[in-house]
């Protein structure tokens, strides 16, 4: 939302004119209701674009999340590393890590790659939507590469060599066996599923979740119910390629009446599907559990990346929930500490010293 003009430092308000947005999920007063301390916002970029378009957009991002970040300097705060996420914590401030969603805006030069460590980014998702320089995306119809490319294994070492971490989200499988083949630092998936429990190709299978966790990775578990629930996912049908069109439409015209009823409907209909139980985001988080143990899981959410959470997870103001479910099933309070958010700073503390 950030992207879109909005102000994280109030609360960002549901709407279908100017400076109101037609679906939000994140913003900094919420995100203290909810008892989240951390977070990456993603800098994430399109396959659409071509190579300068992304390269520009995803510095335009950033400086968004600077702005942001300087705009509120009593609730939140930069952080690049664990241990600059506690101090932020002490200090009664939220961490704001950056992630890379897509490496299409380092193009084919490492020192761009360079670059955006430098202002902060410490997890690259190797591609988004469709395959790019670096390797095949897990939704492209035909693989350019069948993993990842020559320059993909080179993006690769670099990060190892930076401490940022790598991401296999949106990724095919093939390219998925190439970063565990290449990497030398634990791996992750920062906002994916099982597959076990919901058969869709942004999620994980148990034999890739096995070797991510070998590799000292983790699974941050997403909120999207596509990906939780297949019942969801075939009732849903097009009704989110709808909302998108009529979103699209309304972003450059935000004062027009007849687009901004047309969104309204659209995002109507698109709510009005029953939506699977939060505690569905519990059951894969326990799938993992049972597989490799509880070191290799996390909360991925997605929001704001994603229309809708699932039941009872409108926003994050509602994160408390996923807490309460884990006490209810009886995971002890350090096992829920891991989960929460250390897990994850353990690979990319791991990621930092390779």
């Known amino acids: 939302m950030l992207s879109k003009g909005a102000d ?9 004119v100017p400076g109101k947005f037609p679906i939000t999920h994140i913003d900094y007063p919420r995100m203290k209701k909810g008892g989240v301390n951390g977070s990456f916002f993603a800098i994430y970029t399109s396959n659409s674009l071509t190579p300068d378009e992304a390269t520009r957009r995803a510095f ?30 002490k200090n009664g401030l939220i961490s704001i890590f950056l992630g890379m969603e897509n490496g299409a805006p380092i193009q084919n030069d490492l020192s761009l790659l360079r670059m955006f460590y430098r202002l902060g980014v410490r997890y690259l998702t190797l591609t988004h939507a469709g395959s790019n320089q670096i390797c095949d995306s897990c939704t492209s119809k035909e693989p350019v590469w069948h993993g990842v490319s020559p320059f993909g294994r080179e993006v690769i070492e670099e990060c190892n060599r930076l401490g940022i971490l790598i991401d296999v989200s949106h990724i095919s499988d093939e390219s998925f066996w190439d970063v565990i083949k290449y990497s030398k630092a634990p791996v992750v998936a920062s906002h994916s599923c099982c597959r076990a429990l919901c058969n869709h190709p942004r999620n994980m299978t148990d034999d890739m979740i096995r070797a991510l966790a070998e590799k000292g990775g983790v699974i941050q578990i997403n909120f999207f119910p596509k990906f939780i629930s297949e019942e969801y996912n075939s009732a849903v049908g097009d009704l989110g390629d709808r909302f998108d069109d009529a979103d699209y439409a309304w972003r450059p015209d935000r004062s027009n009446p007849k687009l901004q009823k047309a969104l309204q409907e659209a995002t109507e ?30 909360i991925g959410s997605d929001f704001d990346g994603i229309e809708f959470g699932p039941e009872g997870l409108d926003d994050i103001s509602k994160m408390q929930k996923i807490i309460i479910e884990l006490r209810r099933r009886g995971h002890s309070e350090n096992d829920i500490r891991q989960i929460a958010g250390a897990n994850f700073l353990r690979a990319l503390d791991a990621a930092q010293v390779i």
């Open 60 to 89: 335009e991002l950033t400086c968004k999340v600077y702005d942001s970040i300087e705009q509120n300097p009593d609730k939140v705060a930069l952080a690049t590393t664990s241990s600059q996420a506690r101090r932020n914590a």
């Open 8 to 16: 994280f430092g109030k609360k960002v308000e549901q709407g279908y």
């Open 269 to 298: 209909k698109y709510a009005a599907v029953p939506r699977p139980s939060y505690k569905v985001v519990v059951d894969h988080i326990e799938h993992v559990i049972n597989l490799v143990g509880v070191k290799h899981v996390g």
